[in-house]
């Protein structure tokens, strides 16, 4: 451990399935995982926090809810008021269709009805908004020019203080008012349920003697108050997936690696992303439950494949897994909390790479029976036996996970066998390295503490603000000038919040002349437009197979973002000390050459450079990793697990 000394702190990740906690008291890391508790998240945040043993200063939080209101459509009765002939912008929407030759797959409705759309008039406003929940404003030059829908949001307001109000101009100051008007709506249909949650957290925190001073992780990976949670829902949408990304980059840069995909496989989905030198790609629009959100956000691609996901058998006979989740209740067969349906975890358990005499956590006991159970009813429809059935479970997921891993890399133009696999979450290290040598990857990298990474990924994320404004600048415009500005406006926002020092970064949406989509660079100012354009075309060229570098280009909007040092860097994470025996009871494990005898090795008992052969079982706490015959694992002097084959 290093000299430097580091408040005691608190991490609470919340997944579909379990919540994931990290405590540091200033010398030790101490982890956790307790049930989620879906009615309300922060009754599990908080009972498996106080019961971590830390004197903490800060609370570090990475939730769902607002994933989860959006999804099940429980958020709050939407009213949007716009410029007149432009209330039906947001069921207009753009020519596009979720998916091209799907006749059944129609867009998304949209989440405010026809008749609580409103073209702006202050007059009459306060008596139409009378059962409406939150307000949304979009007006066509809100980007530019943000008084007249403050005026509006202040005549709100004044006769209804109590009513959540959503700027366009504040939220998402860009053009094109299709996109502009959809985050806005999205960010005050979140806003009162995401602000009711955050606000029983503290709550709840309070009476429990937890720290005050809570951060929420935001999409984009890094930490921002709670009461800017509250007001901007939508750049929480990916809050606990983007920790875990963070945390693999900093482990890379650890490594000396410097191209990796993140694979976090929970309970209930897996979350791919591709780092490159230790920075997560992020992307400033993606789709959430079928809606734009032009919000920064790491490029997390996710499958509903988790250890929960449910085994089915589709009209054409086929073998499917997920997206269905058996979840936190009544979770998997296996669990004996109810759960009938064969589940990964199930097929782990019948296969042998889940120990059939352990517990989930140490806390919840399996249950073998009842997961073979399980795959027996599914095989009867297949005519397979539960053994067959748990390997076909086993393969389908496992495709299902390599085409996300495609998905950020391939599909992208980037070769994923150059790129090394950090695999964490409760599963992950249980199909890794299957995953990656299914499509030729240089290796995987099982982190220390991968059962509760994206939790202790909070606490290796810097408090972060990100700003944009569309300019529309022609090549030769005073680019330095905007992007000095975007920067400056970070930067006090950031110090608003009382963070000092750290650094910020410039970007530009650059695009050729009369293209329909941009394309983001990095840029300093004082590099100059030689350098962006340069810069514009090689990323084009990679990303789309062409530049047309005897174009001229265009720069649509400039961005920033600020961070400041983060609470702890991987090196201050204590040394590896390893605890106890490192040899357990071998058992039988199925292969798909058939059974074979594994070694089981515990992996808290481990030195630096241990090695470990398949086919072998590493079991934590937390988390399993399984390697089949012919694969290598190193143990790193950080404590992550290097495997080969």
């Known amino acids: 451990m290093t000299a430097r000394r580091i408040p005691g702190a608190l991490g609470a990740d919340v997944g579909g399935t379990f919540t994931d906690l990290v405590g540091w008291d ?124 403050e005026a509006l949001a202040a005549a709100i307001t004044a006769r209804r203080p109590e009513l959540p109000v959503a700027l366009s101009s504040s939220v998402v100051p860009e053009f094109r008012e299709f996109e502009r008007t959809v985050t806005t709506v999205l960010n005050a249909y979140l806003m009162p349920t995401t602000g009711r949650y955050l606000r029983r957290l503290a709550s709840r925190a309070e009476e429990a003697r937890l720290p005050g001073d809570i951060k929420v992780m935001r999409s ?65 629009e993606r789709a959430v439950a079928g809606y734009p959100c032009r919000m920064p956000s790491v490029a997390i691609h996710t499958v509903g494949a988790g250890g929960g996901s449910v085994a089915w058998v589709d009209d054409g006979g086929s073998l499917r897994v997920g997206p269905q989740s058996s979840g936190a209740v009544p979770g998997p067969a296996c669990y004996g909390k109810g759960g009938t349906e064969p589940t990964v975890t199930d097929a782990n358990v019948v296969l042998g790479r889940i120990d059939p005499g352990g517990s989930l956590a140490g806390t919840l006991p399996i249950r073998p029976r009842l997961a073979a159970e399980a795959m027996t009813s599914i095989g009867g429809q297949l005519g397979l036996t539960a053994t067959r059935t748990a390997q076909g479970v086993v393969a389908v997921v496992e495709e299902v996970m390599a085409g996300a891993i495609r998905a950020v890399s391939i599909e992208q133009g980037v070769d994923p066998r150059e790129a090394v696999l950090v695999a964490f979450g409760g599963a992950g290290g249980l199909h890794a390295t299957a995953l990656a040598r299914r499509l030729g990857m240089a290796g995987v990298v ?54 000092a020092g750290g650094s910020s970064t410039g970007f530009a949406d650059v695009r050729y002349r009369g293209q329909s989509h941009e394309t983001t660079v990095p840029y300093e100012p004082g590099e100059g437009w030689k350098v962006l354009t340069e810069r514009f075309h090689s990323t084009h060229r990679e990303r789309n197979g062409f530049a047309r570098e005897g174009d001229p280009v265009e720069i649509v909007t400039v961005r920033a973002e600020s961070t400041a040092r983060p609470l702890m860097t991987w090196a201050d994470l204590p040394e590896v000390s390893p605890t106890g025996g490192s040899e357990l009871p071998g058992r039988t494990v199925v292969t798909a050459a058939g059974p074979v005898e594994s070694r089981v090795v515990n992996r808290s008992g481990l030195s630096p450079g241990s090695e470990v052969l398949g086919p072998a079982i590493i079991e934590e706490r937390e988390a399993t990793t399984y390697l089949a015959p012919g694969e290598r694992a190193l143990v790193h002097d950080s404590g992550a697990l290097e495997v080969e084959w």
Do not use: W
């Open 26 to 149: 200033g010398d030790r890391l101490i982890t956790g995982k307790v049930a989620s508790s879906p009615e309300d998240q922060s009754i599990a945040v908080v009972a498996g926090a106080g019961a971590l043993p830390v004197s903490a200063a800060r609370f570090l939080h990475g939730t769902t809810v607002a994933t989860n209101a959006l999804l099940e459509k429980k958020g709050a009765l939407t009213a949007l008021i716009t410029t007149p002939g432009f209330a039906d912008v947001i069921e207009i929407g753009r020519q596009d269709r979720p998916s091209l030759y799907d006749s059944f797959d129609d867009r998304a409705l949209p989440l405010v009805a026809r008749a609580h759309r409103f073209e702006a008039d202050t007059d009459t406003l306060a008596e139409r908004l009378e059962d409406i929940q939150a307000v949304a404003i979009s007006l066509l030059y809100g980007y530019q020019d943000a008084v007249a829908e």
């Open 220 to 284: 984009s990976g890094g930490l921002i108050p709670i009461d800017e949670a509250a007001a901007l829902p939508a750049s929480i949408l990916l809050s606990g997936p983007a920790a875990g990304v963070v945390a693999a980059g900093a482990l890379g840069e650890a490594l000396g690696q410097s191209r990796l995909i993140s694979f976090d496989m929970g309970g209930t989905s897996t979350d791919v992303c591709r780092i490159e030198d230790g920075r997560p790609e992020v992307l400033y």
């Open 446 to 499: 099982v982190p220390p503490y991968c059962g509760v990474f994206s939790a202790l990924g909070l606490l290796l994320s810097p408090p972060r603000v990100d700003t944009a404004q569309s300019v529309l600048l022609e090549q030769g415009g005073n680019l330095d000038g905007a992007i000095s500005e975007a920067i400056e406006t970070s930067r006090r926002r950031l110090a608003a919040d009382g963070v």
